[in-house]
């Protein structure tokens, strides 16, 4: 649903532009946007830091923000325990969908630009920064300041591979061969953790055993 949903509005964008891009009046704004305060960030880079220090204090520290990881790690039992699953489930498509389309406004206030392809490329990218950053794709598990530390690394990759001119394409396909590879060992984890015959670590250590002797 999210992909069909996703290629509809990019051929709605394509078909809305005539795929042309859609160059802005006035270049004050962008300007303001790109400007680098105190020798160390942007206003975005300031947004964004704001956002994920809000987002991790109410993952972390509100009833609602710890729900949202109890309907990711079992929907079934979050909606015995009273917690409405399917609502979460929709506002969290919802949020998420509204951070990417402020983010695609801001990236054209930014360029002075607004194209059809803006972000195209950055799908598998975001993914994969998502999932360095501790976030299992299965849900139930993830932070704000995972995905913030899973950002900078791909980032800092992408810059080293621009460095050295490394072509779009590849990148592509490293950013896709670090996705594979994080999922592949989260589900082996996953699988061990679940594997038959395997007891907790509480009982596992217990020297009682079921019959009540040592």
């Excluded at 949202?68 to 969908?97: C, H, Q, T, Y």
């Excluded at 300041?145 to 899973?150: H, Q």
């Amino acid at each position: 649903l999210t992909l069909a949903t996703m290629l509809i509005f990019r051929s709605l964008a394509h078909w809305i532009t005539n795929s042309q891009p859609v160059t802005g009046t006035d270049i004050m704004l962008s300007l303001a946007l790109a400007k680098i305060y105190l020798d160390v960030f942007t206003l975005r880079s300031a947004l964004f830091i704001a956002l994920i220090v809000l987002l991790h204090f109410w993952l972390t520290r509100t009833i609602p923000g710890r729900n949202v990881f109890a309907v990711g790690s079992n929907p079934a039992a979050a909606k015995e325990s009273g917690i409405a699953s399917d609502r979460i489930v929709f506002l969290g498509f919802v949020f998420a969908g509204t951070l990417a389309g402020l983010a695609g406004v801001l990236q054209s206030l930014v360029t002075n630009t607004g194209s059809p392809v803006f972000g195209s490329e950055l799908t598998v990218a975001v993914i994969a920064a998502v999932v360095v950053g501790g976030t299992r794709l299965e849900g139930g598990r993830g932070s704000a300041l995972g995905t913030l530390g899973g950002v900078l690394t791909i980032g800092s990759l992408t810059i080293a591979m621009e460095f050295q001119s490394v072509p779009a394409y590849v990148q592509q396909v490293v950013s896709g061969l670090i996705l594979i590879l994080l999922v592949v060992l989260d589900r082996a984890v996953t699988t061990k953790g679940r594997a038959p015959g395997t007891r907790p670590a509480l009982v596992r250590d217990n020297p009682i055993t079921q019959g009540g002797t040592t």
